[in-house]
């Protein structure tokens, strides 16, 4: 991940709901979902914020480089859906649908300062409104974070830890948290895994996504309810020991 760069920005988004899904490879009744947001469905989101049509080229979003911290993983769930043709009224297979449950992400785009601030001012006032995957997965509040410059990994180290409540207090023992991130591969970040997920083409027509690799690794954040902890002072009288009247 590049670090510095006088004319890029970075735009952070916070992903966050109910339910996600980031499919890369789904086909016909059996419809998965990744562990972490794909490229491919976080550009989706901010083209349909800009406004862009289906098959708009999108050559400028795929240059973008990206990355994705796991903040709160969540819990994989199966749900089955039915449905009927539309014009014979006969019933459908039923399909197999994965979601992700109770997860939060940070994902990062880095590019041309001027398209980082064109895609930060869509996302706070977004043309088609976002969705965590699948339009039936809306977020649970605004996606906005900000924008940064000097490059994916700071930006990633600057964002506080974006877990719920009630997750960061089962490690409140711990004053700094280890999240994972997995990103774009760059130069010198050792070998990669590839995934299906560099878009091409959004065109219902003719959907089209190329292969590319990704690369995972970690930064550490500060947690907020670690930090605030403080040592109750010591009792002043041996609390076993009553006190004389």
Known sequence: MSEMSERTGVLTLRLAGPLQSW????????????????????????????????????SDLAALTFA?????PGTRVRDYQTAHHGDT????????????????FVAAVEGDES??????????????????GRRSCPPS????????????????RAE???????????????????????????????????LRDQPLSFDPRHRRYGLREVHSSAVT?????????RTSPPPKHDPMVLLED
Request: glycine residues 10%; positive net charge; aromatic residues 6%.
């Open 89 to 104: 009224g006969k019933s459908m297979p039923v399909s197999e649908r994965f979601y992700l449950s109770d997860a939060v």
């Open 115 to 132: 398209l980082i601030d064109a895609l930060y001012a869509a996302v706070r006032a977004p043309t088609f409104l976002p969705f965590l």
């Open 68 to 72: 994705v911290r796991l903040d709160q």
């Open 221 to 229: 954040v500060a947690n907020p309810l670690g930090a605030a902890r």
């Open 160 to 194: 506080p830890w974006q877990a719920a409540a009630w997750f960061q207090r089962r490690r409140a023992h711990e004053r700094r948290i280890e999240l994972e991130v997995i990103a774009d591969l760059a130069a010198g970040d050792g070998p990669g895994d590839a």
């Open 141 to 156: 509040r605004p996606i906005d974070l900000g924008v940064h410059r000097g490059g994916l990994r700071r930006a990633l």
């Open 23 to 58: 499919g890369a490879s789904s086909r016909f009744a059996r419809r998965t979902t990744e562990r972490a947001p794909t490229k491919s469905g976080v550009l989706g989101l901010l083209a349909a914020a800009q406004g862009r049509e289906r098959g708009a080229d999108l």
